[in-house]
T-cell receptor
Framework: TQLLEQSPQFLSIQEGENLTVYCNSS?????LQWYRQEPGEGPVLLVT?????EVKKLKRLTFQFGDARKDSSLHITAAQPGDTGLYLC?????????????FGTGTKLQVIP | DSGVTQTPKHLITATGQRVTLRCSPR?????VYWYQQSLDQGLQFLIQ???????AKGNILERFSAQQFPDLHSELNLSSLELGDSALYFC?????????????FGPGTRLTVL
């Protein structure tokens, strides 16, 4: 069983601060996704990273996939109240058309105005 | 709106009962995934179907079963329900099984077992 540990579990910061969320595993993944989920709704995909060492930027969000494809980080610059939500990383292993997805433990972010 | 629909939105039932959750994927998507999300376990992958066939299994209990029909909609059947089965159940669909295919989540079904 692949386990994905996220840290921190909970983060409360002031608007304008920067933050980094980490997603770590001992397993190698074919790809890794980051999602944001709001209460009562399904997770919404933010980004997919596939190549070891890959860095992707989405406005104020920067995503990095570890060189060994076992870990990832999400960095938010100048956080805004609209960034509040549950951030989930998910590692996927794809083999012969089959795909198994493991979700991380989640990081609950609260950005205070 | 992700284009994935799930019914019902809420379900309240008693222990020992059986329920069926339904999911309609986005138009054209062949893969359907089922997940369970509870407060203490996080989001757990249950099972994946691709074009009617089971493709991958996660932490799905033997009391649970699923299928994908020829029109690609899917149903998750939960039987002999226990209090611990109370959770949000999400369905997600994606075009295929490629790493670059985006997975779109439905709004979920909240199951409460009393």
């Amino acid at each position: 069983t692949q386990l994905l540990e996220q840290s921190p579990q909970f983060l409360s910061i002031q608007e304008g601060e920067n933050l980094t969320v980490y997603c770590n595993s001992s397993s190698v993944f074919s790809s890794l996704q980051w999602y944001r989920q709001e209460p009562g709704e399904g997770p919404v995909l933010l980004v997919t990273v596939v190549t070891g060492g890959e860095v992707k930027k989405l406005k104020r969000l920067t995503f990095q996939f570890g060189d060994a494809r076992k870990d990832s980080s999400l960095h938010i610059t100048a956080a805004q109240p609209g960034d509040t939500g549950l951030y989930l990383c998910a590692g996927a292993i794809t083999f012969g058309g089959y795909q198994k997805v493991t979700f991380g433990t989640g990081t609950k972010l609260q950005v205070i105005p | 709106d992700s284009g994935v629909t799930q019914t019902p939105k809420h379900l309240i039932t008693a222990t020992g009962q059986r329920v069926t959750l339904r999911c309609s994927p986005r138009s054209g998507d062949l893969s359907v995934y089922w997940y369970q999300q509870s407060l203490d376990q996080g989001l757990q992958f249950l099972i994946q179907y691709y074009n009617g066939e089971e493709r991958a299994k996660g932490n799905i209990l033997e009391r649970f079963s699923a299928q994908q029909f020829p029109d690609l909609h899917s149903e998750l059947n939960l039987s002999s329900l226990e209090l611990g089965d109370s959770a949000l159940y999400f369905c997600a669909s994606r075009l295929g099984a490629s790493d670059t295919d985006t997975q779109y989540f439905g709004p979920g079904t909240r199951l409460t077992v009393l």
